[in-house]
């Protein structure tokens, strides 16, 4: 009886604390299993689909950048306005540098035809022509270099009086490579006509 009675009296017994929202506070076990992920889609046809699309439309939207000149979506090699400094100014000036590429590909050309023509005659003749171009080639390279050095020394000090507090980069690869690059083949595609001059506008 008394067991009885003393069960009666006694308080119920306490409920699980819950929180605010009327349920039971997960623990950490439960939360931790709850934001777990699996690391292997299940559908793993799906995920490299979408995947495929978001490259593809990232590849089309830096296309469209290379065009227009956003440099939003351009790779970093061309973001920066010390970038579009160089790209303006090297689009805007004559160089001996981007008909480098076009002779080449001419002399190379008619080195084969030459050679092919002199060898049925007199090798020696071949040889000499071989070497003339040859000489060449590397005569135009080297101007083209040396062109190269002289405009991006005329850039960095443009830079430096157009913004005095802008950290110079190593900008000289960046110059040759575009300026060796005959114009309508240039990446990004040139944003202003010959003579319109960055510093100038």
Do not use: C
Not at 66 to 91: L, Q, S
Not at 150 to 174: G, T
Request: aromatic residues 10%; positive net charge.
């Amino acid at each position: 009886m008394f067991g009885k009675q003393k069960s009666k009296d006694e308080p119920a017994k306490e409920a699980k604390p819950t929180s605010g929202k009327g349920h039971p506070t997960r623990t950490r076990k439960e939360a931790e299993a709850a934001n777990r992920r699996p690391v292997i889609p299940k559908d793993r046809r799906e995920a490299k689909r979408r995947r495929r699309e978001r490259e593809n439309a990232a590849w089309e939207r830096q296309q469209r950048a290379m065009e227009t000149g956003d440099e939003r979506y351009m790779p970093a090699r061309d973001k920066g306005r010390i970038r579009r400094f160089t790209r303006d100014y090297v689009d805007a000036r004559w160089s001996i540098a981007e008909f480098v590429l076009p002779a080449m590909i001419v002399l190379i050309l008619f080195m084969f035809l030459m050679v092919t023509i002199a060898q049925a005659t007199s090798p020696e003749v071949a040889g000499m022509l071989v070497q003339g171009i040859t000489y060449t080639t590397y005569t135009l390279l080297l101007l083209s270099v040396f062109e190269s050095i002289y405009v991006n020394q005329k850039i960095k000090k443009l830079v430096a009086e157009k913004w005095p507090n802008e950290p110079w980069v190593r900008n000289w690869f960046y110059t040759f490579s575009r300026m060796i690059m005959f114009r309508r083949w240039r990446q990004p595609k040139p944003q202003v006509k010959r003579g319109e001059y960055p510093h100038k506008n």
